[in-house]
Nanobody, 123 residues
Framework: QVQLVESGGGLVQAGGSLRLSCAAS????????MGWFRQAPGTEREFVAA????????YYADSVKGRFTISRGNAKNTVYLQMNSLRPEDTAVYYC????????????????WGQGTQVTVSS
């Protein structure tokens, strides 16, 4: 069983930056593809970014391309989401997830989920 814990969320002004972290335990981190999703009030949870087992392949939602960067450090069992040029529409609870697939962009393909961290962007 894999446990995931997100951190790094908070309140930031539009145009600012935040770096989210996700610490994994209870499994072999390097065999999982990893992803970030987000959910705003009254909406479905949506895909944000994904990274392959090796860290060599990444995918991004169109809404965050050029602004967000996903990365992983397998030696530290962590995955990161660097968020720059933040906009009010980025406000959401951000979730870290792990999949047994090498890489995935679909929510139901992920097997393990963190509890989320709140990101609020003010205008």
């Amino acid at each position: 069983q894999v446990q995931l814990v997100e951190s790094g969320g908070g309140l930031v002004q539009a145009g600012g930056s935040l770096r989210l972290s996700c610490a994994a335990s209870g499994g072999t981190f390097s065999i999982y593809g990893m992803g970030w999703f987000r959910q705003a009030p009254g909406t479905e949870r949506e895909f944000v970014a994904a990274i392959s087992r090796s860290g060599t392949i990444t995918y991004y939602a169109d809404s965050v391309k050029g602004r967000f960067t996903i990365s992983r450090g397998n030696a530290k069992n962590t995955v990161y989401l660097q968020m720059n040029s933040l906009r009010p529409e980025d406000t959401a609870v951000y979730y870290c997830a792990a999949t047994e697939f090498a890489v995935a962009t679909i929510r139901h393909q992920y097997d393990y989920w963190g509890q989320g961290t709140q990101v609020t962007v003010s205008s």
